[in-house]
């Protein structure tokens, strides 16, 4: 049976000291792909790193092709500081990053800030090698977990077989700086890669946890790594462009039509809902009258709840208190 080796990326920082990033390598003694499963490039986004975990344990078991690279903890400084960045302080936003947003430093410099240097480490003891790449993320409670990936090539075939209901499909930008997502270091090359935010941030939850690996375990099913048949989902995957006319035309968004609390319905993102439905109500600040809200169309909800910019760092932009227009929902129509 295959057995995964520890290995760790060391990468030297500013102030002389050392990081090592651990990460496991699993080989079949067959040919095949080269596999990697990453996650955790922003320190709260700590939703994937169980599901490698249980992913490595499954590729112990079932692996007959190919290899797979597992890094659960890419940005092990900035999860030790439980932020996004390793420069952040207390509530401050996630694009207050300075050159240290992790996912947008690759391939990383050998002599650049803290964050490039990991990124380099990483790209030079685990990335370079890969042929696929599967980038585990998590976003804010209020969007739902969704698939991000190209619209053509290897990274549509992937997007479709991960098994998560919402698709955004999102086009390829051009590299001006030199650095770049590290889907796009994969797409650019022909190589493949999807990224898969697994809502929400901050905690691990077993619903997403079990997404994430159904996601790793499909891909590799997909290239002939692990046996089996692909487990799809129940029902259609929702697909859109990212600001396209068509998410436009099939996205039905509620705003609050007064001032008060939003008390949600018990539903979650990703839940269906049928034109009428029930989604929760306002509690108006100034008559303490009940303003039922409901879905205005059949759907998936693709964001749920009132929230603001910058609630993925800070506990204010959370609060459900509603100002007339704010966003509470976002149904998609398929």
């Not at 290995?7 to 651990?22: F, M, Y």
């Amino acid at each position: 049976m295959p057995e995964a080796k520890l290995d760790h990326a060391v990468a030297k920082l500013t102030d002389g000291s050392e990081v090592r990033i651990p990460w496991w390598r699993i080989g079949s003694g067959r040919a095949g792909e080269t596999l990697l499963v990453i996650a955790a490039q922003h320190g709260n986004e700590v939703q994937g790193c169980e599901s490698i975990r249980r992913f490595k344990e499954l590729c112990e078991r079932e692996l007959v092709a190919g290899e797979v690279r597992l890094v659960p903890f890419a940005n092990l400084p900035a999860v030790r500081h439980r932020r996004s960045h390793i420069n952040l302080g207390s509530e401050q936003a996630y694009g207050d990053d300075e050159g240290h947003n992790m996912n947008r430093t690759w391939p990383g410099v050998a002599d650049g800030n803290d964050t490039e240097r990991v990124s380099y480490a990483l790209h030079e003891a685990v990335v370079e090698g890969c042929t696929r790449c599967l980038d585990l993320h998590s976003w804010s409670r209020f969007t739902a977990t969704a698939t991000l990936a190209r619209e053509e090539g290897l990274s549509r075939e992937m997007a479709l077989v991960a098994g998560i209901r919402f698709i955004q499909w999102r086009p390829a930008t051009p590299n001006t700086t030199g650095a770049t997502m590290i889907g796009a270091l994969f797409n650019n090359s022909g190589r493949g890669s999807i990224t898969i935010e697994l809502a929400p941030q901050w905690v691990i939850r077993e619903k997403e946890v079990t997404l994430g690996l159904r996601a790793a375990s499909n891909l590799a099913k997909l290239f002939g790594m692990i046996e089996g048949e692909i487990e799809q989902l129940d029902g259609p995957y929702v697909q859109f462009g990212r600001d396209s006319a068509e998410e436009a035309a099939r996205k039905h968004e509620l705003t609050a039509p007064c001032s008060g609390l939003f008390v949600e319905a018990g539903l979650e993102t990703s839940d269906h809902v049928s034109e009428g439905q029930r989604l929760g109500h306002i509690i108006r600040d100034d008559t303490l009258e009940i303003v039922e809200i409901v879905s205005p169309a059949d759907g998936w909800l693709w964001q749920y709840g009132c929230f603001r910019a910058d609630c993925d760092v800070a506990l204010p932009p959370q609060h459900p208190y509603a100002a007339e227009g704010d966003t509470l929902a976002a149904v998609m129509e398929l």
